[in-house]
């Protein structure tokens, strides 16, 4: 039991009967008091019944003692997802008005009416209720722009400047806007969207189902409707792979969080290329923004393909549909063809293998 019960179990009984007999017996249905209700207050003291989520709110309850006299106040808090009690409170003292103030911290998360009922009981069992009602309206919080956010997360903005993010692609696009989380420093008011779906709002064209392609690349902006087509779509989101903050040329080691071989332990390379990174044969350059280089089967683009999977017996033009405009998909999604995989390489210039079909037919070896 605390202390306050040990104080309402002994005192409130002595001051009961002390009332009765000194006061009140000689006129027990008459009244000891008046409540006249209740005044909601901002963290400044204004008189409002318009709150924000996460602000403060001041409740007070006004009453007078038509004669000396105690009472006990007490109150609930409802919304459609909060509720809370009041602590009560004792006054007692002679004819005079009074008041009892509770304050409160509205959470984050409520939104909409909220109901307030406050309890007078005076020690002889008279009873007065009353209640008050304010909204809280969601904060629409404003973009204020990476520099801002610059002053308390300079290491993570110096990173951002190294990457293609910069700057059009500012830290607010994919955590929303910022000004409460500036003031309030609060990790509540800024968003951290951790799925696919947040990187596929820019990475990605049409509905996300099919991989458009032109001229014999994919196009550009395509690397979520790439990964939804390929095995890892199931097992790895975005976020698995990249920190999006850090650029994959200066930073590389912070940009990437896994290497491939974390998850496909033991997996090995042959045939004099131990030291041919997994991107280059999985990821290669079969993806086209500006500018392309080769000729034929040994073309390349200038962005690497989310695509992974390489269908050593397929022909290249299978890669893509029929009338070139997308990616053809099989039964297992979309896949690379060996000019890709191989040819950026092997093309006379940068390795020795420069005929396809010399290359192609080790392609099943390499592994
Ligand atoms: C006045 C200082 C300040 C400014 C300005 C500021 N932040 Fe923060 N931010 C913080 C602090 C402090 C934390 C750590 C909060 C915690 O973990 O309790 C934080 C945490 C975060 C988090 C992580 C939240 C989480 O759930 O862990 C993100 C994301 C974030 N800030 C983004 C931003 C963005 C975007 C901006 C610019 C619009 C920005 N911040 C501006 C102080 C600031
Ligand atoms: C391309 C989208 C993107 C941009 C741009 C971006 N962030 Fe983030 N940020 C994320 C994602 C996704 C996470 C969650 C990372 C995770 O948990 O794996 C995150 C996490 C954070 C965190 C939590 C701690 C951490 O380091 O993971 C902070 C703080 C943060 N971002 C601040 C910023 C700031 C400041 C900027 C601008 C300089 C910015 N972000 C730009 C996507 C972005
Ligand atoms: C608001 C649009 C937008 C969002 C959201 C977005 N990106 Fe980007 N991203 C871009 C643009 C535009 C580029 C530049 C493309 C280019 O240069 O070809 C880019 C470039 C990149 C790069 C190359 C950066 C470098 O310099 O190394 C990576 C990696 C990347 N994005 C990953 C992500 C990931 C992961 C997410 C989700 C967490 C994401 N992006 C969310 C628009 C966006
Ligand atoms: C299995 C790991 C993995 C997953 C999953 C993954 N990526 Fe990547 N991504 C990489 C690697 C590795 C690179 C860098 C290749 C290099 O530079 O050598 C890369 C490069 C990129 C680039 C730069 C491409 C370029 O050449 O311009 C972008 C943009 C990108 N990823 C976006 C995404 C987006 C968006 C998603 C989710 C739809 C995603 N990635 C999922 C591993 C992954
Ligand atoms: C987070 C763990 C993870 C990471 C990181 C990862 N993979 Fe995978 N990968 C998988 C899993 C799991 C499968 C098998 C999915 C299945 O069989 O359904 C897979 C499948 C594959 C396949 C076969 C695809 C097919 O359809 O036949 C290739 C190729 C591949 N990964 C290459 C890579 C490369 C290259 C990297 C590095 C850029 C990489 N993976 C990074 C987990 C991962
Ligand atoms: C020199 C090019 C090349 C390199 C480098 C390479 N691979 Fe492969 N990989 C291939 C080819 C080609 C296939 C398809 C073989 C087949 O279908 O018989 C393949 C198949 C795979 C598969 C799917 C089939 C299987 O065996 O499970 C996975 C997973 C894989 N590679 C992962 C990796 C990882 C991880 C690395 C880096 C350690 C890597 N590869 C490096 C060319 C390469
Ligand atoms: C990143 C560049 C690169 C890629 C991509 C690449 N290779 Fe290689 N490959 C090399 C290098 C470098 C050597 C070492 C010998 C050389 O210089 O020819 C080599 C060697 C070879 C050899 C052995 C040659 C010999 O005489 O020992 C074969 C066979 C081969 N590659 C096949 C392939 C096939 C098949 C693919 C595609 C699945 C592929 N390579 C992708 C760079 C690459």
Not at 237 to 266: F, M, Q
Request: proline share 4%.
């Amino acid at each position: 039991m605390n202390r306050k019960n040990i104080f309402l179990t002994l005192l409130l009984p002595v001051l009961a009967i002390c009332s009765c007999f000194i006061f009140v017996c000689p006129a027990l249905s008459i009244e000891t008091f008046d409540f006249a209700g209740i005044t909601l207050k901002d963290d400044q003291g204004n008189v409002t019944t318009d709150f924000k989520p996460g602000k403060t709110i001041q409740i007070e309850a006004a009453f007078s003692f038509k004669r000396a006299g105690a009472a006990i106040l007490h109150g609930t808090i409802t919304a459609e997802n909060w509720s809370q009690d009041l602590s009560p409170k004792i006054r007692f003292g002679l004819h005079a008005n009074y008041t009892a103030v509770w304050t409160q911290t509205i959470p984050s998360t409520v939104n909409g009416q909220v109901r307030v009922d406050v309890t007078l009981l005076s020690p002889l069992h008279e009873r007065l209720v009353r209640s008050a009602f304010f909204t809280v309206t969601p904060i629409q919080a404003e973009y204020v722009g990476a520099k801002v956010c610059n002053t308390c997360h300079p290491s993570l903005y110096a990173a951002w400047q190294q990457t293609r993010h910069y700057p059009a692609v500012g830290c607010e696009s994919c955590h929303g806007p910022g000004s409460e989380h500036v003031l309030t420093r609060s990790p509540e008011f800024i968003v951290i969207d951790t799925s696919s779906g947040l990187c596929g709002r820019c990475h990605s064209r049409n509905d996300g189902t099919v991989i458009e392609a032109e001229g014999g690349f994919i196009k550009s902006l395509q690397q979520f409707n790439e990964w939804r087509a390929t095995a890892h779509g199931n097992v790895a989101e975005c976020g698995t792979c990249h920190n999006p903050h850090y650029s994959l040329s200066t930073d590389r080691a912070d940009a990437l969080k896994v290497s491939c071989i974390e998850c496909h332990a033991g997996k090995t390379v042959s045939l004099s290329m131990q030291t041919v990174a997994c991107e280059e044969c999985h990821m290669p350059f079969a993806g086209l923004k500006s500018q392309s280089s080769g000729t034929g089967l040994y073309r390349t683009g200038d962005i690497r393909s989310h695509l992974w999977r390489i269908k050593t017996e397929a022909d290249p033009q299978t890669m893509f549909s029929p009338d070139g405009t997308a990616l053809a998909q099989d039964s297992k999604g979309a896949f690379l063809t060996d000019n890709f995989a191989c040819l950026g390489c092997h093309n006379g210039i940068n390795a020795r293998f420069e005929d396809f079909e010399s290359v192609r037919k080790t392609s099943t070896l390499i592994h």
